[in-house]
């Protein structure tokens, strides 16, 4: 297992922008795809972007495409998502997850998640 943090939730304004660091404990990260997945009140937690090992390949789901990306710095153990034109629909819990396989955008198939964090974005 990976322990994962993530940090840099917070307030802002539709239009706004928010970068998501998760850093990542062990020595194996790079053998792990990260996603990031995030929950809002009511409602089931859903995929919003993945990234496999070695940076090569990224998804995203159709919600965010073009405003959001996910990165990662295997020599730091940290994932970032930086989240850019924030709408208000964005508003929830970012959560940060490690998976070795199954598929990227299922949240059943990642095995280590942080503790979340929060991101609310005013109309």
């Known amino acids: 297992q990976v322990q994962l943090v993530e940090s840099g939730g917070g307030l802002v304004q539709a239009g706004g922008s928010l970068r998501l660091s998760c850093t990542a404990s062990g020595r194996t990260f790079s053998s792990y795809t990260m996603g990031w997945f995030r929950q809002a009140p009511g409602k089931e937690r859903e995929f919003v972007a993945a990234?496999?090992?070695?940076?090569?390949?990224?998804y995203y789901a159709d919600s965010v495409k073009g405003r959001f990306t996910i990165s990662r710095d295997n020599a730091k153990n940290t994932v970032y998502l930086q989240m850019n034109s924030l709408k208000p629909e964005d508003t929830a819990v970012y959560y940060c997850?490690?998976?070795?396989?199954?598929?990227?955008?299922?949240?059943?198939?990642?095995?280590?998640w942080g503790q979340g964090t929060q991101v609310t974005v005013s109309s």
């Open positions: 990234i496999t090992r070695s940076g090569a390949n990224t």
């Open positions: 997850a490690a998976k070795r396989s199954g598929y990227y955008y299922r949240p059943q198939d990642y095995t280590d």
